[in-house]
């Protein structure tokens, strides 16, 4: 046993020295771009403008906008994405279901899809299929597409990202349905618990862990969301779904501002920092030791 | 023992001649990176660059962005280290945020046989030649001879009831679609390449000392724009680059608002009319727009070596047989020089023919989108979206969203 402190040290190293080199030390270099302005090109044309960068954010009337969109956007998949995912993880961990691990397959795979090649399938899908079937049915009031009105853009992001995510966060809920103890699963039945009271008051409280990892997943993954973005409404119409991320990438590699976009991809950081470690901290709590 | 004699004597001849190898090498570079922008030509280009092998040896190694932003990868190439010998890029704002990354090219005994008007397109204002333009590119009005007689439509009055008619009949007239620049950017480029001096025209803009509702050209436009919106059978806002090319060559609709890289897209159809291109009569406009839409441009951080090397590539392109057979033939370019011209030119797709017939009756107006500020096309398009998406949006609503965006980039 003495031994395995190094050990320990010399499996560990290559992947803090990868974590090192590939995100602690650019993030930090990172920081002290967003005291400069530069096209991110020109050699020697960095300009030293102080705070000015992070003074310039809050009269930044679309970030303040995209902020809202990224919040709306979040809420909603965060919600829909977990409730969905454990639905269907009730579902294929039933006892009835023919065919339980087909079903579980089926769902996970649209995780397999990257999300621009995603993003430009339901693209087709809400512009031309789900437009097409409804001509075809006579539902003349649902002939537009989704994603030339804000609001159902909006829509159609967060149903093509559950469609996306929730055979993701399924595996992991399956996994903590399949960890309760089935004396306790067991006592429930005898005492002749209904469906819902054994969701709520015997299966959630006993999933916490389980929940805790997937709302971290989720809220994480939809803040930063941007293949999806891109690929399915590119921001539009008007830039009513443009997210966070886009946001920044356009200062940045559109705009050239390399500087004013590090500044803002920083308080990004700490925008998700501070909800994500809210969240865990939240969940944490609620957690039961058995 | 005899045996490793000669072994020995053998290893050290080889590694002899190897050294010898090394000491010629570093006269001449004997590997060039090139970065290609143009996604449609890369397969042909690197067979091209196969046949620069064999003939000279000098290895000329390809990286291009295929399906990514092109533009973050270059400028990821670009500063990460100087290993990029010659990228392309498109004149205008683009080669200005390049500056630093621009070598001129005055030296390049092409240059001599280059016509002067593609060649004042890719200089700079201090007067440095950026690059060797590719070809020129024209667009306006693609059309369908059996539907569209352009004698028809020479003002808004005329193109408004053309517009109408088709939409009468249930079928688009013209046909825009979603991507930026199909949507918006190049349409609003013509008015300002109308003006005297585009460049200075658009500056005072994204300086905000000009309003665009207040200059007849622009006022014209958003009327033309407006007649496009209210005769839209398809929503331009959800159709594709693909689905209007091919209404096109289908016959569903007579007119595009494209340029002759479109005549591409036409080959998986069996099209069986005429066509050609024509002027957007905004203000009874007879020019289309046609200029250089990108040039190669060889890197000055590298080394002097690579840079002849480079150079020398490019010479080739352009001056050998083998070069102008791709340039022309397979990249489909329209030859810059006038002896090729007059070779090469009957290879010419329809569309690149009537963009060199415009250029030779000088009937042009340049690309104004090379002094749009970089980026710009990503707000352009969000205002096109809530003009198609807001049926009562007016033209002047729209005027002043425009000039607004301009004058963000001041």
Redesign the interface.
């Known amino acids: 046993m003495k031994r395995g402190k190094g050990w320990y040290a010399l499996f560990v190293f290559p992947l803090v020295a990868v974590f090192l080199v590939v995100n602690i030390i650019p993030f930090i270099i990172g920081i002290g771009y967003t005291f400069i302005e530069w096209?991110?090109?020109?050699?020697g044309a960095q300009k030293y403008v102080g705070l000015d960068n992070f003074i310039r954010i809050f009269s930044d009337a679309q970030f303040g906008r995209d902020i809202g969109h990224t919040l709306t956007y979040t809420g909603m998949a965060l919600v829909g994405i977990n409730v969905v995912g454990l639905a269907f993880a009730l579902i294929v961990t039933s006892r009835w279901l023919y065919g339980r691990n087909a079903a579980r397959a089926m769902l996970f795979m649209p995780y397999l899809i990257g999300g621009l090649i995603l993003g430009f399938i339901w693209k087709y899908i809400y512009?031309?299929a789900l437009?097409d079937i409804a001509n075809s049915l006579g539902l003349t009031g649902l002939t537009?597409?989704m994603?030339?009105?804000p609001s159902s853009a909006m829509l159609a992001m967060v149903i093509t990202d559950i469609w996306k995510s929730a055979g993701y966060v399924m595996i992991v809920y399956i996994t903590g349905l399949q960890a309760i103890p089935d004396e306790v699963m067991e006592a429930a039945r005898v005492d002749g618990v209904g469906f819902w009271s054994n969701l709520f008051q015997v299966k959630l409280p006993l999933l916490m862990p389980a929940i805790t990892i997937c709302l971290f997943m989720t809220l994480s993954a939809s803040f930063k969301i941007y293949d999806l973005n891109l690929a399915l409404t590119?921001?539009?119409?008007?830039?009513s779904t443009q997210m966070l991320a886009m946001n920044i990438y356009?200062e940045i590699?559109?705009?050239?501002n390399f500087g004013y976009g590090q500044a803002k991809a920083f308080l990004f950081f700490i925008f998700i920092a501070v909800f994500t470690l809210a969240q865990v901290s939240v969940t944490r709590k609620r957690e039961v030791v058995m | 023992m005899k045996g490793k004699k000669i072994l020995a004597l053998a290893l050290s001849a080889v590694m002899l001649m190897s050294l010898i190898g090394l000491a010629m090498a570093e006269t001449k570079a004997e590997k060039i990176l090139i970065y290609v922008g143009k996604g449609e030509i890369v397969d042909d280009f690197k067979a091209l660059t196969d046949l620069y092998k064999q003939e000279t040896g000098v290895s000329v190694e390809m990286v291009s962005a295929a399906g990514e932003?092109g533009?973050?990868l270059l400028?990821n190439y670009?500063?990460a280290d100087n290993s990029l010998t010659i990228f392309t890029t498109s004149p205008g704002a683009n080669a200005k945020?390049?500056?630093?990354?621009i070598a001129d090219m005055s030296d390049l005994p092409v240059v001599q046989e280059i016509s002067k008007g593609a060649l004042d397109a890719v200089t700079s204002e201090d007067g440095k030649l950026q690059g060797i333009p590719f070809t020129v590119e024209g667009y306006g009005f693609v059309y369908n001879k059996d539907l569209v007689d352009p004698a028809k439509i020479t003002d808004l009055a005329s193109f408004t009831t053309y517009m109408e008619e088709a939409k009468a009949k249930g079928v688009d007239g013209l046909m825009l679609s979603a991507e930026n620049y199909f949507l918006i950017v190049h349409m609003l480029a013509l008015p300002f390449a109308m003006q005297d001096d585009p460049e200075a025209f658009t500056a005072s803009v994204v300086n905000g000392e000009v309003q665009l509702r207040d200059v007849e050209a622009f006022q014209e436009w958003a009327k033309f724009y407006d007649v496009i919106r209210k005769n839209a059978v398809a929503?331009p806002?959800?159709t594709?680059y693909d689905q209007a090319t091919g209404a096109f060559a289908t016959g569903k609709t007579g007119l595009l608002h494209q340029g002759n890289w479109a005549f591409s897209m036409f080959a998986d159809y069996d099209v069986t009319f005429e066509m050609g291109i024509m002027p957007v009569p905004i203000l009874g406009n007879d020019r289309i727009s046609a200029s250089v839409p990108g040039m190669w441009v060889v890197n000055p951080n590298a080394t002097a070596e690579e840079q002849k090397a480079a150079k020398d590539f490019i010479n080739w392109m352009y001056t050998s047989e083998i070069g102008k057979d791709y340039l022309y033939s397979k990249f489909q370019f329209i030859p810059l020089i006038d002896a090729d011209l007059e070779k090469y030119g009957e290879n010419l797709d329809p569309l690149s023919t009537a963009v060199q017939k415009f250029i030779s009756d000088d009937k042009t107006v340049p690309f104004a989108t090379a002094y749009f500020?970089?980026?710009i096309?990503?707000d352009l398009?969000?205002?096109a979206?809530?003009f198609?998406?807001d049926p009562n949006m007016t033209t002047d609503q729209l005027l002043d969203s425009i000039t607004e965006t301009f004058a963000e980039?001041n």
Do not use: E, H, M, W
Request: glycine share 18%.
């Open positions: 096209d991110g090109l020109t050699p512009n031309n437009p537009g597409s994603l030339t009105t590119g921001g539009g119409p008007s830039k356009n590699f559109a705009r050239s | 932003d533009g973050a400028r670009l500063t945020t390049f500056d630093a990354f929503d806002l959800t594709s500020p970089s980026g096309d990503v398009v969000a205002i979206q809530g198609f998406g980039y």
